[in-house]
Antibody, heavy 121, light 107 residues
Framework: EVQLVESGGGLVKPGGSLRLSCAASGFTFSSYSMNWVRQAPGKGLEWVSSISSSSSYIYYADSVKGRFTISRDNAKNSLYLQMNSLRAEDTAVYYC??????????????WGQGTLVTVSS | DIQMTQSPSSLSASVGDRVTITCRASQSISSYLNWYQQKPGKAPKLLIYAASSLQSGVPSRFSGSGSGTDFTLTISSLQPEDFATYYCQQSYSTPVTFGQGTRLEIK
């Protein structure tokens, strides 16, 4: 069974840091690009960052550029998101998602269950 | 960035109804459009990819259509488990962007 499990969320003060992890199983992790997507409480979905299978291509949303760093360890089947200089507006459930790419586009499937990050003093 | 606008933002319907949700892109995105379903407290689930392809395991009452800037998600006969929030998403260009969501509620 293809599975993604996030961890590392929690309560952090503004200006603080947090590292999220996403453990993948049931598929060849090193063959897929991966993404982080977040959802603020009661709000819609916002793409955060993506990383290609070999880490050659990395992209960030403008809202997190310069503060967040995406990385992966293919030997450990794991995806990471290092979040620094956290702000109240970063409060959200953070999902990792596998990217299924083809000439017809890219789509996210599956998604992990999410981990909640709360930035508050 | 490409803006995705869904309509309506919320919708009340009854079991057995036929429902259509619309998604409009701010520029042409060919068929690079996906649909997701999200239930409260759960992760989004892929329903439709590339505008009209049904993801494996998704019931055939779900269908998608459109290309260019205008897309639709149709549920042919609503079932109780279909009451959820639906999101469209474009993968034509980075950043990937989502619609604001359509909340489908029981009438």
């Amino acid at each position: 069974e293809v599975q993604l499990v996030e961890s590392g969320g929690g309560l952090v003060k503004p200006g603080g840091s947090l590292r999220l992890s996403c453990a993948a199983s049931g598929f060849t992790f090193s063959s897929y690009s991966m993404n982080w997507v977040r959802q603020a409480p009661g709000k819609g979905l916002e793409w955060v960052s993506s990383i290609s299978s070999s880490s050659s291509y990395i992209y960030y949303a403008d809202s997190v550029k310069g503060r967040f760093t995406i990385s992966r360890d293919n030997a450990k089947n794991s995806l990471y998101l290092q979040m620094n200089s956290l702000r109240a507006e970063d409060t959200a459930v953070y999902y990792c998602a596998r990217v299924f790419g083809s000439p017809r586009g890219n789509w996210f499937d599956p998604w992990g269950q999410g981990t909640l990050v709360t930035v508050s003093s | 960035d490409i803006q995705m606008t869904q309509s309506p933002s919320s919708l009340s319907a009854s079991v057995g109804d036929r429902v259509t949700i619309t998604c409009r892109a701010s520029q042409s995105i060919s068929s690079y459009l996906n649909w997701y379903q999200q239930k409260p407290g759960k992760a989004p689930k892929l329903l439709i990819y590339a505008a009209s392809s049904l993801q494996s395991g998704v019931p055939s009452r779900f269908s998608g259509s459109g290309s260019g800037t205008d897309f639709t998600l149709t549920i042919s006969s609503l079932q109780p488990e279909d009451f959820a929030t639906y999101y469209c998403q474009q993968s034509y260009s980075t950043p990937v962007t989502f619609g604001q969501g359509t909340r489908l509620e029981i009438k």
